[in-house]
């Protein structure tokens, strides 16, 4: 703060310009701030995350591990699977089921709200018809794409891309909607190119509204596949709490369901780099067209 107050007098005695001294004594100070805040956040963080631990190993011991288990029990558990080589396998099949039903839901449902935002009477059209379906409980289809598909990947794929698919469409033709009309018709009165107006307007002002979407679309992603999981599987995440719950083994049961937890953590947290760079590259558009 001393060093603030210094750099104010200064700018104040120098008719309120910095020298290049001040400025990096400013930067560096600036610096040493953020990267003060970035270890007191991962410190919140840790303790965010060693509190519920605590408490859970306390209940264990008070309830009793035969129905809770317990945060030692999971992490040996965990361990066992490393070395037999399970945790590799129901993990990457719930991942692989989850991403590309993301994915593919993702994809239908940009181009989806891109086609209903940019045309109002097709939309208000079919409307009645697309809320008809996203009402739907897609948790009860489960069965019938198990029915149809079997119980391999392309059931599951189908489950989560149906979950992912409205959100990811509602999202995206809101965003569309709520583009200023100026913009694009100043774009039109250019003679720009389509290819200009959808890079340098249409998908920067989707963005916010797509990343949205795509962290909802996370959650829903590992329950669709673990939904499906448990309905017709022989592998996955979601088999694994099925079996271990029928077997009575609770420490297996939870371990899979942290291991769920880890994964929407790890896959929120990419999400929110890819998000930095997205609106970084955003803003750079937003000053292009400033400019």
Known sequence: MKCREC????????GGSLSAADEFEFERGRRREQQQRARRLRLDQLVAALVPLALWQLAAQWIGKKWISSPVDVAG????????????????????????????GVVFGVVGGIVLGLWRRLSDAVDPV?????SLPRVSLAPLFIIWLGIGLLAKVTLVAS??????????????????????DSFRSMNAPRSALIRHVIIPSLMPWLMTAIRIGIGMSLVGAVVGELIGASKGLGWYVSHSSGIYDMTGAITALFILMVLAMLFNGVLAIVERRVLHW???????MVG
Do not use: P, Q
Not at 7 to 14: D, H, I, P, S, T
Not at 168 to 184: K, M, Y
């Open 163 to 184: 979950m992912v698919v409205f959100v990811v469409l509602f999202n995206v033709r809101e965003g569309v909607r709520s583009i200023d009309r100026e913009i694009i």
């Open 282 to 288: 955003r803003r750079s558009n937003d000053s292009w």
């Open 77 to 104: 558990r965990i361990w066992m699977m490393m070395m037999d080589g399970s945790l590799v396998l129901h993990t990457w099949e719930t991942f692989k089921e989850a991403m590309l039903g993301l994915l593919i």
């Open 130 to 134: 697309v809320m008809g379906f996203y």
């Open 7 to 14: 750099l104010v007098m200064n700018v104040e005695g120098n």
